[in-house]
């Protein structure tokens, strides 16, 4: 059996951190209650970085790194050869993050970490900042007004003053609260006015504590991307930008890359100075910033996470992955089911082998209520058309087995 030659991202993350910094991405259901996400979610969640780390150290669930999955990796030409520190519950994930603090060691984090390891200076920045730069509430504060979409803000109990703004406009209702959210999880699309009763029920639903509505009028926009950025103290770089894929209006469903479809100079100058701006307020790390641009190329922001971003590793390993088999487009393909991983893998050996499928995250299920196994990865090709054939004949061999989340 011939194995496709190895491929490796862009840059690494010990490339663009100090040799001291440790990745701890997990974190607790508390801290994520905006998104909802179950434990054995974050759990695998902490593979996201894994073919990204370099030579930092990752804390991330055993299920992430299993020698099955080693092997899978291997055999589509990424060798997983880190240093993984691995757990299987959350009071192990945390006693290894609070010894790497001990030792000196700087955490970094993409989700706000647990209170347990919150307390001193062994963070890569104050978890403070980062609920106040990702509430939707502070992008005006960190975006100029001609780049954002005509917008409101609207207390919580004032719904008369929301059905009568706008009545005759689509809009997207988004909840403010400090910290993470993602997936559109606090957005609620609204075609119309009578759309609006239903998010007041939606509303009722959430988790209390968001402080105010941001109703912001629907942009037509030809197309809208996720900005990655590297931002430190000493300046902002550009990474590059994924086109986003919908489900529906604010449900982002995954990530495309065309090099024939890239936000303009002015999108990506916008997304720089808005780096710049979390950066003299003490901001360090990778950030994805959504940005679309309407039918004159006019920018418009949307949403602000100052986080690693789902499209991160696409991002970073689509040059080397498209090279290698003389593709041009990169497109984000996930799966879950309730079984182990080896039958999917198995069907999914030969499009890897003609490393025309790329994993990105594997997670084995833990076999608890609830849990499934993950496959997250891109596939490439030279044209869409051919990504999208490719996607039809790998539903047709998962049928039975997996089926996209």
Not at 17 to 26: D, H, L, S
Not at 33 to 49: C, E, I, K, M, Y
Not at 255 to 271: E, F, K, Y
Not at 284 to 307: M, S, T
């Amino acid at each position: 059996m011939s194995f496709p030659s190895a491929i490796a991202p862009a840059i690494t993350l010990s490339d663009l951190f100090p040799p001291n910094t440790v990745m701890a991405p997990r974190t607790s259901p508390a801290r994520m209650r905006w998104v909802n996400f179950a434990p054995h979610q974050l759990d695998a969640l902490t593979g996201s970085p894994i073919t990204l780390i370099g030579q930092m150290p990752l804390i991330c669930h055993r299920g992430t790194v299993t020698a099955e999955i080693r092997e899978f990796f291997r055999m589509a030409g990424i060798p997983l050869d880190g240093r993984y520190l691995t757990y299987t519950s959350l009071e192990e994930a945390i006693a290894l993050a609070q010894e790497c603090q001990r030792r000196g060691q700087i955490l970094l984090y993409y989700y706000p970490p647990p209170d347990e390891v919150t307390n001193g200076d062994g963070l890569i920045f104050p978890p403070q900042l980062y609920d106040w730069l990702n509430d939707k509430a502070n992008i005006d504060r960190l975006c100029p007004p001609c780049h954002q979409p005509p917008h409101r803000f609207f207390q919580p109990d004032d719904r008369a003053a929301l059905s009568g703004y706008l009545p005759d406009r689509a809009l997207y209702l988004k909840l403010c609260h400090p910290g993470v959210s993602g997936g559109g999880a606090d957005v609620f699309y609204c075609p119309d006015a009578a759309s609006r009763l239903q998010a007041f029920d939606w509303m009722a639903q959430r988790p209390t504590g968001w402080s105010t509505i941001r109703a912001e009028e629907a942009t037509e926009v030809r197309d809208s991307w996720c900005l990655n950025l590297f931002i430190e103290s000493g300046g902002v770089r550009y990474l590059g930008a994924p086109a986003q894929l919908f489900s529906q209006p604010g449900k982002q469903a995954g990530s495309r890359i065309d090099p024939d479809n890239q936000p303009s100079g002015d999108t990506v100058a916008l997304a720089i100075e808005i780096g710049h701006r979390s950066r003299r307020l003490g901001f360090v790390g990778v950030a994805g910033f959504d940005i679309g641009e309407d039918g004159n190329g006019r920018p418009f922001v949307f949403d602000l996470n100052f986080r690693f971003a789902a499209c991160t590793p696409q991002l970073l390993m689509h040059s080397a992955a498209a090279n290698r088999v003389g593709g041009r487009i990169s497109q984000s393909l996930k799966y879950q089911f309730p079984g182990p991983l080896s039958p999917v893998l198995q069907r999914l050996e030969k499009t890897a082998l003609e490393g025309r499928f790329v994993p990105l995250r594997l997670y084995e299920t833990s076999g608890q209520e609830g849990d499934c196994s993950r496959i997250n990865g891109m596939l490439i090709g030279a044209a869409q058309e051919e990504i999208d054939e490719l996607e039809m004949a790998l539903e047709g061999e998962l049928a039975g087995l997996a089926t996209p989340p």
